[in-house]
């Protein structure tokens, strides 16, 4: 049985809930706050120490905002829901966008692509005339669109499990 995890906005707070099914639609409300919807959240799994991105020891993509990220991602995740897999147009939309929400600049090459995605070409096309380009860089530069933002604290884990109902 899957666990699924929701955010309260009001409260700040991330609540764990125990599903009886797959993939389900229900969105409860905040346990704490009553009648106040949560948020579906991108959960990680098997996650331990060291999975604070801006943390990470390998060097992987320091210095990203892990709340930003993570509001992109799910973002990201409610739009997916309703696209056309078979429009290359709108997957290169999607990128742009979780991109710019979590503040991150695409590289040159990857750019390349998009562009030539959007402009019609065959995505099977640029692929391969760009795969060997695009495996040897990383497609996003972090911290090149910096935004004076103000960060918000993060959110508490109520480690209860709650039944989704």
């Given at each position: 049985?899957?666990?699924?995890?929701?955010?309260?906005?009001?409260?700040?707070?991330?609540?764990?809930?125990?599903?009886?099914?797959?993939?389900?639609?229900?969105?409860?409300?905040?346990?704490?706050?009553?009648?106040?919807?949560?948020?579906?959240?991108?959960?990680?799994?098997?996650?331990?120490?060291?999975?604070?991105l801006s943390d990470?020891?390998?060097?992987?993509?320091?210095?990203?905002?892990?709340?930003?990220?993570?509001?992109?991602?799910?973002?990201?995740?409610r739009e997916a829901?309703?696209?056309?897999?078979?429009?290359?147009?709108?997957?290169?939309?999607?990128?742009?966008?979780?991109?710019?929400?979590?503040?991150?600049?695409?590289?040159?090459?990857?750019?390349?692509?998009?562009?030539?995605?959007?402009?019609?070409?065959?995505?099977?096309?640029?692929?391969?005339?760009?795969?060997?380009?695009?495996?040897?860089?990383?497609?996003?530069?972090?911290?090149?669109?910096?935004?004076?933002?103000?960060?918000?604290?993060?959110p508490r884990i109520?480690?209860?499990?709650?039944?989704?109902?």
């Amino acid at each position: 049985m899957p666990i699924y995890e929701f955010y309260c906005n009001r409260c700040n707070t991330v609540y764990k809930f125990l599903s009886k099914r797959v993939n389900t639609d229900i969105v409860p409300d905040c346990p704490a706050c009553r009648n106040i919807k949560l948020s579906r959240q991108v959960s990680l799994f098997n996650t331990g120490a060291g999975t604070d991105l801006s943390d990470n020891e390998d060097g992987m993509m320091p210095g990203i905002d892990e709340h930003k990220m993570e509001k992109a991602m799910n973002m990201i995740a409610r739009e997916a829901e309703g696209m056309n897999e078979n429009d290359p147009r709108q997957a290169t939309a999607l990128m742009r966008k979780l991109s710019d929400a979590a503040g991150l600049k695409m590289s040159s090459n990857m750019e390349e692509a998009l562009s030539r995605i959007e402009k019609g070409e065959d995505p099977e096309k640029v692929e391969q005339e760009m795969s060997a380009i695009l495996e040897n860089e990383e497609p996003f530069i972090v911290g090149s669109k910096s935004k004076t933002t103000v960060k918000k604290q993060k959110p508490r884990i109520d480690d209860r499990l709650y039944e989704l109902k």
